[in-house]
């Protein structure tokens, strides 16, 4: 069974930085694409980023180009993101997801089949 869990969120400051990690296990975590979404109240979750079972691809969201960074460690079935320059408008709860099977990257939640508990980040004006 697939079990993906987040960990690293926190209160930050405007400007400042955090590091998720979603430790992946339950099958070969290399085999798939993964993806980190959000979902702030009151809105929808949402496509943070996306990284292909290599890490050579990626994809972000507009709002967070430039400032987050999508990256897999295969050998220890770990993604990550780094965000950098955290905005208030960050402030969501953020899941790391894979989906059941291989294939294209998606980038829509219907793509994704397995979730983390998902992590709380706060950022304060």
């Known amino acids: 069974q697939v079990q993906l869990v987040e960990s690293g969120g926190g209160l930050v400051q405007a400007g400042g930085s955090l590091r998720l990690s979603c430790a992946a296990s339950?099958?070969?975590?290399?085999?798939?694409?993964m993806a980190w979404f959000r979902q702030a109240p009151g809105k929808e979750r949402e496509v943070v980023a996306v990284?292909?079972?290599?890490?050579?691809?990626?994809y972000y969201v507009g709002a967070v180009k430039g400032r987050f960074t999508i990256s897999r460690d295969n050998a220890k079935n770990t993604l990550y993101l780094q965000m950098n320059s955290l905005k208030p408008e960050d402030t969501a709860v953020y899941y790391c997801?894979?989906?059941?099977?291989?294939?294209?990257?998606?980038?829509?939640?219907?793509?994704?089949?397995?979730w983390g508990q998902g992590t709380q980040v706060t950022v304060s004006s």
């Open positions: 997801a894979a989906p059941r099977l291989p294939g294209p990257l998606g980038y829509d939640s219907s793509r994704y089949d397995y």
């Open positions: 339950g099958r070969t975590f290399r085999d798939y694409a």
């Open positions: 990284i292909n079972w290599s890490g050579s691809f990626t």
